[in-house]
């Protein structure tokens, strides 16, 4: 069965500095993987996606993702953090079919300070 | 340019009351999705569709139904209203290919 495990439910980071946020995943075959950014009150937006290919993705806002095959991760990174990017960010996968629903992780929430 | 639209934002309602939450997209997706929110859950699968016409459970069915008389419509209804069900409800869309899901903005549920 599918499953994302994002460990950390809660980070902190100053206005400037560098983020990683992890994700694992478990999937049987390629798997389809995204990063979702969710606004306080708003819907959830996609930052990018891998399929095949270059295994680090640039993505909307300055992110980027990098697939690790061995390491079944997609961890998502920023090299400078602004305040806007406060929110909390989900990390899912799929089927390459595209014929099944996603799998979210429980969610990653970000607190940028000053 | 709507892409995905629910309605309504906001309801309260009491135990036992019944009601529907409509998802309307504009962007001939086949596949359509209603999830719920919870604080410490992330997004769970209530029911999916995968074509007009077509329903199917996901990860926590009970007490929902849907319908998805329309290719553009998936409505989410909750027939005896229970405070567990008290959540955000997101609706999504996607087409045949590998796209990405498509989420409106959600619909906020409280019973009381």
């Known amino acids: 069965a599918q499953s994302v495990t994002q460990p950390d439910i809660h980070i902190t980071v100053s206005e400037g500095a560098s983020l990683e946020l992890r994700c694992n995943y478990s999937?049987?075959?390629?798997?389809?993987l995204f990063w979702y950014v969710q606004s306080p009150g708003q819907g959830l937006q996609l930052l990018l996606k891998?399929?095949?290919?270059?295994?680090l993705v640039q993505g909307i806002k300055g992110f980027e993702a990098e697939f690790k095959r061995s390491q079944s991760s997609f961890n998502l990174r920023k090299p400078s953090v602004h305040w806007s990017d406060a929110a909390e960010y989900f990390c899912a996968v799929g089927s390459p079919s595209g014929n099944t629903p996603l799998v979210f992780g429980k969610g990653t929430r970000l607190s940028v300070i000053a | 340019n709507a892409g995905v639209t629910q309605t309504p934002k906001f309801r309260v309602l009491k135990t036992g009351q019944s009601m529907t939450l409509l998802c309307a997209q504009d962007m001939n997706h086949e596949y359509m999705y209603w999830y719920r929110q919870d604080p410490g859950m992330g997004l769970r699968l209530i029911h999916y569709?995968?074509?007009?016409?077509?329903?199917a459970k996901g990860e926590v069915p009970d007490g929902y139904n849907v319908s998805r008389l329309k290719k553009q419509n998936f409505l989410l209804g909750l027939e005896s209203a229970a405070p567990s069900q008290t959540s955000v409800y997101f609706c999504?869309?996607?087409?045949?290919?590998?796209?990405?899901?498509?989420f409106g903005d959600g619909t906020r549920l409280s019973i009381l």
């Open positions: 999937y049987g075959a390629t798997p389809y």
């Open positions: 999504a869309s996607k087409d045949f290919s590998n796209q990405p899901q498509h």
């Open positions: 891998y399929f095949s290919g270059d295994t």
């Open positions: 569709s995968v074509g007009e016409g077509t329903t």
